[in-house]
């Protein structure tokens, strides 16, 4: 097999682990990352499911073991700070995850990770982009926002959910590529205190407002607040300047009880702020010619399902197994890409959106019923006993076998 040169445009969780299952097959890796460094950032992520299969496949599990956050589940709370239910992680090590994963992240230490394991093999360029490319049958040639041109063999847009590769490769007339759920998440780190413990906690304000925190180390907590909101003004906010998100989210959670004015005084002063509208990515197809879209910037699931760290690492593992099965026949790698991967996809992006309105509730009288409901059923301890007998495994979807083609270590 020849080695192909590659371009990967995206450092976050999706570009690396391709790139390291490319570099290991013996091609020439480039990343660009448009951030000017590392972006190391963002707040907990999870592996799941038959992400966590690929982890050992990339002879990365006991590092990400070791950086995982210790949390034990989460817990319901009234504006009190009472408990009104827990559901704990189930880390028998048997059965699926519950809420709470047994491999939680911080999102930046598992993009450290995928970087110190490939960066002695793959080369990194960071602050830089790809402005346009043209392709032909046999190659991409790339332009960069520094005013660079190189030719690759293939170039993959592992951009993200707000991809510019995706754009620039869907038909103008195409659909547009969310689905929107109506939701915002908004989070940013705030100094810990004692009641912070090792438990979640999520906290249900009126108007359809959650309040959510968590530690991941003895000094920080992690705030998120996250509402439902249909309107086309509220839309633009993730895409306008801090301040404004800022200005926009203490006006919409000032005085909503429990702890949200101590993260409201926080929020003024932290540095690890992220805002993002939560959407679903889909499209009709993941490549054309020589170019393929990976992780987010495909098929997006969103935070709600929990999977999309998952997605981008299964992502990978079947886009670098399809590359080097097929690698003198590139539009064949990555229809077989597509069709393997699709069932897995599509059975992670199953969500009711319906749901929302019951897990966002807009009444004190709302939020009182979900408290009974969600108490009841962990006084039953149904989630744990449904983890137990349940297969971590979703869909039934087999991870495909690329032993042949893909080193394990
Ligand atoms: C800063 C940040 C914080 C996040 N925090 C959370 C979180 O707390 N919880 C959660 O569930 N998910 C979070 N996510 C999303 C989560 O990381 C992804 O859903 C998942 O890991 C899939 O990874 P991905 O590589 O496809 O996308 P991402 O992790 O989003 O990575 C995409 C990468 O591409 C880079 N990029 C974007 N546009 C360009 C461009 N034009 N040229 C070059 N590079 C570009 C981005 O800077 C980023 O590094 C966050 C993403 C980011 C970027």
Known sequence: MAPLKILICGGGCAGPSLALWLARAGHHVTVVERFPALRASGAQIDIRAQGIEVVKRMGLIDVVRSNVVDEAGMSFVDKHNNTKATILANKSGKGAQTATSEFEIMRGDLVRILYDATKDNVSYIFGVTVERF?????????????GRTDTFDLLVGADGQGSRIRKAIMSPDAPEPYRRLGLYTFYWFVPRIEMDTNLAKVYHAPGGRIVMSRSHNPTESQVYCAFLDESEETRSIPKGSVEKQKEFLTQKFSG????????LEGLKTTDNFYCQEVVQVKIDSWYKNRVVLLGDAGYCPSPVTGMGTTAGLVGAYVLAGEINRNSDDLPQAFENYDKTLRPFIDEIQVFNKGAL??????????????????????????PELVARFSSEERGGW??????????DQ
């Open 134 to 146: 043209e392709q032909d049958e046999d190659h991409v040639e790339v332009h960069f926002s520094d």
């Open 256 to 263: 909503a009880g429990w702890q949200t004015d101590r993260f």
């Open 357 to 382: 309105r019951y897990i966002y509730p807009q009444t004190e009288w709302g939020i009182s019923i979900l408290h009974f409901v969600v108490g009841a059923i962990c006084f039953l301890r149904i």
């Open 398 to 407: 087999k991870l495909p076998d690329y032993q042949t083609a893909v080193q």
